[in-house]
């Protein structure tokens, strides 16, 4: 048998056999994003001259649920809020909030965020809109109306970075413009547009007028349920500057439904009169100044042009209301945004809005319905309850 060579005599054989390389890369080849060439040292560490070093496999566990992560980051985030109020806060107000802090109420646990993110998973799988338990902010905007800005707004996050005390004083500010009928959050949605009223052969004193909205009442309301007659009535027979429920753009919409349920045929003509007047006011003032009264003018003239046979018009005039209400904030709970400034509103003001999101939402569907198109408003969107208290 011939004597084995040198190099083979000398080595040494590893009964497990040749070493394996890695399942994972080194460390430093994925901190730098490098190809591992997954032995021990790798040749990148053996180029650098670096230590290579291996993560063990055998601590390696599983990773957190995501629904897990986002439960402590809301945790932390609620918690962080926590601290910058009561720092800012006085002695007694620092008392008053830590005996009210209840983890239970005010933060649900990690188990409550998964199953609150797989419920929302759930409802986006069936088409029912973004996260709406997000938290989101009401902004007074420039022109001196409230706006409302989502958590993933910009707006609300310059918002949030502001002191605490600014914040305060704008929520404050915020709140009497909103409990304030005569404040600036309602200029322009009671302005005198009779000029473009008699500009289209129109007199807003005339008796006809009172007829035709008397003749809406009778046969539309009953299917317009985003307008609350009580207070319509209440301010078009009263003071109507600054009056929240009331325009001149709203009162000829209506009036051109109105109209078309006139027995005369003079009145009827005059529908489409009503509807160019109420049409120019609401385009030319109403987009910059959203208002009440703007998104349901848009809707009446959205179901005008449906009788008329006008679906794109239709679709549009409908989008603009439903996407100012939720600009406005309409989807969310009346109870909890009024609280947000710190005051309490008129209980008949609250069930408005309740009345006004929920006509919007039944208008949405009926449209949907009748120009086979897809929803604006979904369900899951809003926090808007059902109850109509003290409303028929």
Same mark, same amino acid.
């Given at each position: 048998?011939?004597?084995?060579?040198?190099?083979?005599?000398?080595?040494?054989?590893?009964?497990?056999?040749?070493?394996?390389?890695?399942?994972?890369?080194?460390?430093?080849?994925?901190? $730098?994003?490098? +190809?591992? !060439?997954?032995? %021990?040292?790798? /040749?990148?560490?053996?180029? #650098?001259?670096? @230590?290579?070093?291996?993560?063990?496999?055998?601590?390696?566990?599983?990773?957190?649920?995501?629904?897990?992560?986002?439960?402590?980051?809301?945790?932390?985030?609620?918690?962080?809020?926590?601290?910058?109020?009561?720092?800012?806060?006085?002695?007694?107000?620092?008392?008053?909030?830590?005996?009210?802090?209840?983890?239970?109420?005010?933060?649900?646990?990690?188990?409550?965020?998964?199953?609150?993110?797989?419920?929302?998973?759930?409802?986006?799988?069936?088409?029912?809109?973004?996260?709406?338990?997000?938290?989101?902010?009401?902004?007074?905007?420039?022109?001196?109306?409230?706006?409302?800005?989502?958590?993933?707004?910009?707006?609300?996050?310059?918002?949030?970075?502001?002191?605490?005390?600014?914040? $305060?004083?704008? +929520?404050? !500010?915020?709140? %009497?413009?909103? /409990?304030?009928?005569?404040? #600036?959050?309602? @200029?322009?949605?009671?302005?005198?547009?009779?000029?473009?009223?008699?500009?289209?052969?129109?007199?807003?004193?005339?008796?006809?007028?009172?007829?035709?909205?008397?003749?809406?009442?009778?046969?539309?309301?009953?299917?317009?349920?985003?307008?609350?007659?009580?207070?319509?009535?209440?301010?078009?027979?009263?003071?109507?500057?600054?009056?929240?429920?009331?325009?001149?753009?709203?009162?000829?919409?209506?009036?051109?439904?109105?109209?078309?349920?006139?027995?005369?045929?003079?009145?009827?003509?005059?529908?489409?009169?009503?509807?160019?007047?109420?049409?120019?006011?609401?385009?030319?003032?109403?987009?910059?100044?959203?208002?009440?009264?703007?998104?349901?003018?848009?809707?009446?003239?959205?179901?005008?042009?449906?009788?008329?046979?006008?679906?794109?018009?239709?679709?549009?005039?409908?989008?603009?209301?439903?996407?100012?209400?939720?600009?406005?904030?309409?989807?969310?709970?009346?109870?909890?945004?009024?609280?947000?400034?710190?005051?309490?509103?008129?209980?008949?003001?609250?069930?408005?809005?309740?009345?006004?999101?929920?006509?919007?939402?039944?208008?949405?569907?009926?449209?949907?319905?009748?120009?086979?198109?897809?929803?604006?408003?979904?369900?899951?969107?809003?926090?808007?309850?059902?109850?109509?208290?003290?409303?028929?």
């Amino acid at each position: 048998m011939d004597k084995l060579p040198e190099w083979q005599s000398n080595m040494e054989f590893d009964i497990g056999g040749p070493p394996q390389p890695q399942k994972f890369s080194c460390k430093r080849c994925q901190l $730098r994003k490098l +190809r591992c !060439s997954r032995n %021990e040292p790798c /040749s990148n560490c053996q180029r #650098s001259r670096q @230590v290579c070093e291996y993560r063990n496999l055998t601590s390696r566990k599983r990773p957190a649920a995501k629904e897990y992560v986002v439960g402590l980051e809301k945790r932390v985030a609620w918690l962080e809020s926590l601290i910058v109020r009561l720092k800012a806060a006085s002695a007694e107000e620092r008392d008053t909030m830590l005996e009210a802090v209840s983890l239970s109420d005010d933060l649900l646990t990690v188990d409550d965020q998964v199953s609150q993110a797989s419920d929302n998973r759930r409802a986006v799988s069936r088409g029912l809109g973004p996260q709406h338990y997000l938290h989101g902010s009401f902004q007074i905007r420039p022109g001196g109306y409230l706006v409302y800005h989502g958590a993933s707004s910009v707006f609300y996050a310059l918002k949030e970075a502001k002191s605490l005390a600014s914040k $305060r004083r704008v +929520r404050q !500010s915020s709140y %009497e413009s909103v /409990s304030s009928p005569g404040s #600036s959050i309602y @200029v322009g949605s009671g302005t005198d547009f009779n000029h473009v009223a008699q500009h289209f052969g129109i007199d807003m004193n005339d008796d006809l007028i009172t007829k035709m909205l008397m003749q809406f009442f009778k046969w539309q309301y009953p299917y317009f349920m985003f307008i609350y007659r009580e207070s319509f009535l209440r301010d078009h027979t009263g003071d109507r500057a600054g009056s929240p429920y009331w325009s001149t753009a709203l009162v000829l919409s209506m009036c051109a439904l109105g109209a078309l349920t006139s027995d005369e045929e003079s009145e009827r003509l005059m529908s489409g009169q009503f509807f160019s007047a109420a049409e120019t006011i609401a385009i030319v003032s109403g987009l910059a100044r959203p208002s009440i009264t703007t998104v349901q003018t848009f809707l009446c003239l959205a179901f005008y042009e449906i009788g008329r046979g006008e679906p794109s018009k239709a679709w549009g005039f409908s989008g603009i209301a439903f996407r100012m209400a939720q600009d406005l904030g309409f989807q969310k709970d009346p109870d909890q945004w009024v609280s947000h400034y710190g005051g309490e509103a008129v209980p008949e003001d609250i069930e408005i809005r309740r009345r006004i999101y929920w006509g919007c939402y039944c208008s949405d569907k009926i449209i949907s319905l009748i120009l086979g198109r897809p929803v604006q408003l979904y369900c899951a969107d809003g926090e808007v309850t059902d109850r109509l208290v003290g409303l028929p």
